[in-house]
């Protein structure tokens, strides 16, 4: 596609929804809403629609991909699914948990979703627009967050045209995203152990946290999802020429949650730094955020997004 055509916004509705499985049939790219954020999806059986997702983010290609299923049964096709695996899907399903399994020799999905990596990272989402589009398509969906490799991730149709505006086809527009953040991400060994990833919305008992500097899950990577500015955590009080951040009592340009629920932080951290990054201010400020439950989570991205890339 070419820098001049605008891509279009469609609402997410039933038309909406057909047109976005056609052009995914096609071997399109749609930005479609899921309950974390915006994923770009292509459909993953295709060589060229999964080479589109890399050129349009502009993504390292050993970063694999996320792909999403209908539920674990259509996983099962494409991953060995031991029984530590399936109890969690069948407690975590639909929803911001993403299995990294061993993948199927006949998967017959395009090698560049996995990265060349003998496993698969699934994920059975439970976002209805997300839900009513792989239940219209015949193949799973490769989808990493719908933004250019090593900025924001979006939480809204807009946030997503801020850097893909004219490299995908279409935004399909269904309101800003319910967690905010992506989602949690467990490999499952082959002895059974569980090992957690990359922290996210779900909090899983009895996984081992992985160590740093794994490039086993490039969303590890020390800088991810980071604006184009200076960026300072744990900050109890504004400095001139800072975007502020706050949450509880610390107030700012952009609060995170005014009463001091994480829940809420979670949902708004990515629209807080978009907003942050947008401004004229040359530097964006944060407060602590409490590191406990899904706190975790966002001072892991907290942390990503203040880290100069390189
Ligand atoms: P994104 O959807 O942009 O959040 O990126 C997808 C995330 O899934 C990245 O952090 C990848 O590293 C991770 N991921 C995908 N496949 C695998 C895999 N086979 N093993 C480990 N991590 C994976
Ligand atoms: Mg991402």
């Known amino acids: 596609m070419s ?32 309950e974390t954020v915006y994923g770009l999806a292509a459909r993953a059986d295709s ?7 890399y050129a349009a983010k502009g993504r390292p290609d050993f970063n694999p991909l996320i792909v999403h299923v209908r539920d674990a049964k259509q996983a099962d096709q494409f991953v060995e699914m031991p029984d530590a695996a399936k109890t969690l899907a069948t407690e975590h399903w639909p929803g911001p948990l993403t299995l990294v399994l061993p ?17 698969l990272a699934v994920r059975a989402p439970s976002h209805p627009v997300m839900q009513r589009l792989l239940a219209k398509v015949d193949f799973p969906l490769a989808a990493p967050s719908a933004n250019r490799s090593g900025f924001i991730s979006p939480t809204t ?41 990359r922290p996210g919305p779900i909090s899983l008992e009895s996984t081992n946290r992985a160590r740093d ?8 990577l020390a800088s991810h999802y980071a604006p184009d500015k200076a960026v300072r955590l744990n900050a109890g009080e504004v400095a001139p020429g800072d975007f502020m951040i706050g949450f509880g009592p610390i107030g700012g340009d ?14 708004r951290l990515y629209y807080c730094l978009h907003l942050g990054a947008a401004s004229d201010k040359p530097r964006i400020a944060i ?24």
Request: aromatic share 0%.
């Open 213 to 220: 500097a794994q490039i086993e899950a490039p969303g590890q």
């Open 157 to 197: 149709a807009e946030h997503v045209l801020t850097s893909l505006d004219g490299r995908i086809d279409m935004v399909l527009d269904g309101g800003a995203t319910a967690n905010g953040l992506e989602s949690t991400i467990v490999a499952i060994r082959s002895d059974g152990s569980l090992e957690e990833l």
């Open 287 to 310: 407060a602590p955020v409490p590191d406990e439950g899904i706190g975790r989570a966002i001072n892991d991205r907290l942390r990503r997004a203040a880290t100069p890339p390189g």
């Open 103 to 119: 993948l199927r020799d006949n998967a017959g999905l395009a090698p560049a979703v996995s990265a060349g990596l003998p496993t």
């Open 47 to 53: 060589t060229e629609a999964v080479a589109k997702i």
């Open 254 to 267: 952009c609060t995170l949650s005014a009463t001091g629920d994480l829940s809420e932080a979670a949902a």
């Open 3 to 34: 820098d001049k055509n605008a891509t279009e916004t469609i609402l997410a509705d039933a038309q909406g929804i057909a047109r976005a499985a056609a052009i995914l049939e096609r071997g399109g790219l749609v930005a479609v809403p899921t």
